[in-house]
């Protein structure tokens, strides 16, 4: 017991490590992918009603060819690789996938329905080395549009509470069209008390576009951030979601095709997973020159764009360009939906050390050289 504990601490380190490595890197140079989504296989095994990114035919990506594609992102520069799909986990080789990514120094994550979680699929993914797991549960029980229930999976999430060395994360997704509005709260609830991370995303339309939430639902995601959502979340709240929620558009500049890449099954590059097609180019041939290009690029679809994970690379930048005023921003977004709220000793320490101190530039050349990044 106590064995298991220490290693899991030591795993918690390591993560933690490459995650200061990541965030220093972004700090650093605005020019390279922070994040890369992958496609192993489109086929799912469930059908929810409101998606666009499965089939229910189609082969698993050959192995070979998603680990050269591994190869080709490291060499951009990548720091953090998502698997995602259809169902990643029915990629027989899965495992090799993720260990190829961390063979490289780089966060590997896997987005999940959950269903083919088993003890001995927990065990190999610990095998791996995965970093991440995010499962996003959608209602309490089965309905017409979505099977991603609490009920169904909560002995899978005990499995994990008990097996898993990676962190997982419950995305509970709320929408007008899904679920009862207090779904997403029991789910939030059942998400903490297991010991993960809880966040709440808010359902997208087929181009990727906003579904702003009826008053109900606004008042659940309030309170599900309240319950203590990663910083992250309240970054991405104050950022952008504030304003989608009430159905008002985002003025941002979106970097995706350079921050964010999205390689679909046939290892082309699209912006994101709802605007495929755009740039679709090779991965082969993806070059500083497209990365460049992308960076530039006016997004006509940025305004009530809900793609999570563009946004955080978009975090990312915003702190790089303006550290003081974004972090201002995160904390009074913190203390509106929690008045009583005050930042971590750490926080504070960090803020002045990096932030505001007299020996900022020192201490940030320090930690980057601790880093290995300068
Ligand atoms: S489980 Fe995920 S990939 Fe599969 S149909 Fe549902 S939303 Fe789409
Ligand atoms: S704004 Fe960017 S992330 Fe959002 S839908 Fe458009 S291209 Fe995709």
Redesign the pocket.
């Known amino acids: 017991m106590k064995f298991n504990l220490l290693r899991r601490n030591k795993l918690r380190a390591g993560r933690l490590l490459r995650e200061a490595r990541m965030f220093a890197r972004a700090m650093k140079s605005p020019a390279h992918p922070i994040l890369a989504q992958i496609v192993p296989t489109r086929r799912?095994n469930?059908?929810?009603s409101y998606?666009n990114?499965?089939d229910d035919s189609s082969a698993p990506v050959e192995t070979s060819e998603m680990l050269q594609r591994i190869d080709t992102l490291a060499a951009l520069g990548t720091t953090i690789i998502t698997a995602s799909?259809?169902?990643p986990l029915l990629h027989p080789d899965l495992e090799k996938i993720i260990h190829r990514i961390r063979s490289h120094g780089i966060i590997a994550t896997v987005i999940t329905?959950g269903y083919p979680l088993t003890l001995k699929r927990i065990r190999s993914l610990n095998r791996a080395g995965l970093d991440y797991l995010q499962i996003s549960i959608d209602n309490l029980n089965p309905d017409g549009s979505?099977k991603?229930s609490l009920n169904v999976l909560d002995p899978k999430l005990r499995l994990l509470a008990e097996n898993a060395d990676f962190q997982v994360t419950i995305n509970a997704v709320m929408g007008n069209g899904i679920g009862n509005p207090g779904d997403a709260l029991s789910v939030a609830r059942r998400a903490h008390e297991l010991g993960f991370t809880a966040t709440v995303g808010i359902l997208h339309d087929h181009d990727g576009q906003l579904q702003p939430l009826d008053e109900e639902r606004k008042g659940i995601y309030e309170e599900i951030l309240r319950m203590g959502s990663p910083i992250f979340s309240f970054a991405q709240y104050g950022r952008f979601q504030k304003n989608l929620v009430q159905g008002l558009p985002n003025r941002w500049h979106c970097r995706a095709g350079c921050r964010y890449l999205y390689i679909c099954e046939d290892g082309l590059v699209h912006r994101c997973s709802q605007q495929r097609g755009i740039p679709g180019v090779a991965l082969g041939s993806y070059s500083r020159e497209d990365l460049d290009r992308e960076s530039h690029a006016v997004k006509p679809c940025s305004e009530f764009c809900t793609v999570s994970c563009v946004h955080q690379t978009a975090m990312l930048d915003s702190f790089r360009e303006n550290p003081g005023a974004v972090l201002a921003q995160i904390m009074d977004s913190r203390k509106e939906l929690d008045p009583d709220f005050e930042p971590s000793r750490l926080v504070k320490l960090l803020a002045r050390l990096f932030l505001t101190g007299r020996n900022r530039k020192l201490f940030s050349r320090i930690a980057l050289r601790i880093l290995k990044i300068s």
Do not use: I, R
């Open positions: 799912c469930l059908s929810c998606c990114e499965y799909g259809g169902e329905n979505s991603k």
